[in-house]
């Protein structure tokens, strides 16, 4: 089995006292051997890079993180852009996009931090991950506006059917996470039904998004074979054609 955890904070992790070689390891041993560290902005860039380095499992993603938005955020675009000039060893861009979870105060700098971002990754041929909380129609139509020939995901999609698949007809796949393992997502378990596999991908968005029955523990990388475990149970095609078709999803994606 080959698992690709494509949304994993290990900078996260180890401020919570988990220890990386253990948690890699593991992750290794319960069949994972691609995990994919976004970033969140210039202050964690050297820090993902350097577990890139250090550990060959691990892939990472320069970007800027929604949330993480501030007026320095435009200065980090540029630095953004002088380190992908000199061929940073990143695989995407991210992550980036818009969360209106607290409010819309700086929903235009949050759009306008977003919008350079996907501009680099056209620039730069790199596929992005794409973060959003209430603002899935604003994402769409910037979406829309600006094209990515590489693609992208939406990482940690918990939406509706017809709010997955206005990103997919966009040309992005969606990642799968622990929400499915939660009998009371119904919404998010009969839209990963029905989603075209070949559009889809897993994470855990570790430490975060615990899975069903570790609530209130840091959540890993091994548990991905958690959520694919849990997807089997909501398609018809069987574990052999789910893993390989995924994978080669991820794979291709990120030229790897
Ligand atoms: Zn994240």
Redesign the pocket.
């Known amino acids: 089995m080959s698992l690709f955890d494509t ?1 994993c ?1 290990l900078d996260l992790m180890v401020e919570k006292d988990i220890d990386l070689d253990a948690a890699l390891r593991e992750a290794k041993q319960a069949g994972v051997d691609q995990i994919l560290v ?1 970033s969140v902005d210039e202050s964690n860039w050297d820090r993902i890079a350097n577990y890139a380095k250090e550990y060959s499992m691990v892939k990472w993603a320069i970007g800027i ?1 929604p949330m993480f938005v501030t007026r320095q955020s435009l200065e980090q675009l540029n630095h953004m852009r002088l380190r992908l000039e000199a061929s940073a060893s990143c695989v995407a861009i991210g ?1 980036c996009g818009l969360d209106f979870y607290h409010g819309r105060d700086n929903q235009q700098l949050q759009t306008e931090v977003l919008i350079e971002q996907l501009k680099l990754a056209q620039q730069f041929e790199l596929p992005v991950l794409l ?1 959003v909380r209430k603002a899935h129609q604003e994402l769409v139509k910037v979406l829309k506006q600006y094209p990515l020939s590489c693609g992208g995901i939406v ?2 999609f918990t939406g509706s059917y017809e709010q997955g698949m206005d990103y997919i007809k966009l040309g992005l796949c969606l990642g799968v996470g622990g929400s499915i393992t939660y009998a009371r997502a119904n919404k998010t378990r009969n839209a990963f039904a029905r989603f075209p596999l070949e559009s889809l991908v897993f994470e855990t ?1 570790a430490p ?1 998004m615990p899975l069903s029955g570790y609530q209130g523990e840091a959540n890993q990388p091994k548990f991905v074979k958690d959520v694919l475990s849990s997807f089997i149970l909501l398609r018809n095609e069987s574990e052999q054609t789910i893993s390989r078709i995924v994978a080669k999803t991820a794979k291709k994606m990120f030229n790897f």
């Open positions: 949304h904070h976004p993180h992550e973060h990482h940690g968005d975060d």
